[in-house]
């Protein structure tokens, strides 16, 4: 048995876990592409390894000033912080804290270490959170907006905000997702449900030889597997729940 590389491969293996081409699987191909999209879906929702802690890049326009928000990636899924790196070397403040500390420290920065600097920081950073609080953020993964609560006048076109955010694993991209263990039993399992769900229409209806459909049963084996597969994901391969946002 070839371990599945691709969407292709993929489909081909959840059909033969389910009796193909001994037996025929009552289902159309666009079915079988939409139950494995609902199992990526679920996969990447909930599963570990479904996601990816990553840090996005993004460059300030004027129309991002005037919005009010920024537009992130249809791949980013959920938002946990952002970070502004507008330049505290450069800001034309020279009232600014962050400057005045870089200022005093700038000899020891290019010369001895970075221990005092980095130490100031951290205290300035903690002063920060706990006497202003956590950047307001509100993101949609549908909209693809990400609304920042502040003061957008003080961020100069050019500058730079760094989004610490969560992003699907593509198995196009990593095709080593489509060998999962669980993302191949899930699918399989939906494009079961599918299959019963197709023959229960004919529920009852006679064939050739006496024999009739058995939709029903094969619905209910489905959904008792699903339930099984869920509460296994559940509580063996999700996370913690977090405080990101989406």
């Not at 489909?11 to 389910?18: T, V």
């Not at 699903?226 to 977090?242: D, F, G, H, Q, V």
């Amino acid at each position: 048995m070839t371990t599945p590389a691709s969407r292709a491969d993929f489909k081909e293996h959840c059909l033969r876990r389910l009796g193909k081409p001994v037996v025929e699987i009552n289902v159309d191909d666009d079915q079988v592409d939409d139950r494995i999209d609902e199992a990526l879906r679920y996969f990447w929702d909930y599963h570990f390894d479904g996601s990816l802690k990553t840090y996005y890049k993004y460059p300030i326009t004027g129309q991002d000033k005037t919005n009010k928000y920024i537009t992130l990636p249809d791949n980013i899924i959920g938002v946990v912080n952002i970070f502004d790196t507008g330049a505290a070397l450069g800001t034309n403040n020279l009232f600014n804290i962050r400057y005045q500390i870089a200022l005093n420290d700038l000899y020891t920065l290019t010369s001895v270490s970075m221990v005092p600097y980095y130490m100031a920081m951290t205290h300035v950073q903690f002063l920060e959170q706990l006497l202003v609080g956590r950047q307001p953020l509100r993101y949609n993964r549908h909209q693809n907006r990400l609304y920042i609560d502040m003061d957008w006048n003080r961020l100069n076109i050019g500058d730079y905000l760094i989004v610490e955010a969560y992003e699907i694993v593509d198995p196009d991209v990593y095709t080593k997702a489509w060998h999962d263990r669980w993302l191949l039993r899930y699918a399989a399992c939906l494009i079961k449900q599918q299959w019963g769900q197709n023959l229960k229409k004919f529920e009852g209806m006679k064939m050739p030889g006496g024999l009739t459909f058995n939709g029903q049963q094969i619905y209910n084996e489905a959904t008792q597997e699903r339930e099984e597969l869920e509460k296994e994901m559940i509580y063996t391969y999700s996370l913690p729940a977090t405080d990101f946002i989406g």
